[in-house]
């Protein structure tokens, strides 16, 4: 994920503290009522309504914020990833649970736990 210049100034990630121990296969995210998504040449441009920031996603990342908005949670998210993309089990739970607290840090998703 990777900063626009937008209306309001870009921003890089990670905005705050990442805390990857609380996430698990049950944890599910969930976009947050005033983020904005819209699909460009196969990535993904999200607006914050409350900031004005824009933040950009890449094809994978496009990926993840389809299967997120479609209510997904972590453990299927990491399920779909892997059997479309070439890449360790271990390799994409950590990049995937990184890019979920930098979305969760941004205030653009929120993390239900799981049961």
Known sequence: MTSL?????GASLPCLSVDLVSLSR???PVVAPEVVAAEVD???VLLDGRS????ALNQVGTRLWTLIAEGA???EIHDVLLA???VPT???WADLTTLICDLRDCRLVTIETGT
Do not use: C, F, M
């Open 5 to 9: 210049p937008g209306k309001g100034a």
């Open 26 to 28: 049950s944890s599910r």
């Open 90 to 92: 271990q390799v994409l």
């Open 52 to 55: 004005g920031l824009y933040y």
């Open 73 to 75: 949670a972590l453990g």
């Open 84 to 86: 479309e993309y070439d």
């Open 42 to 44: 196969g990535d993904t």
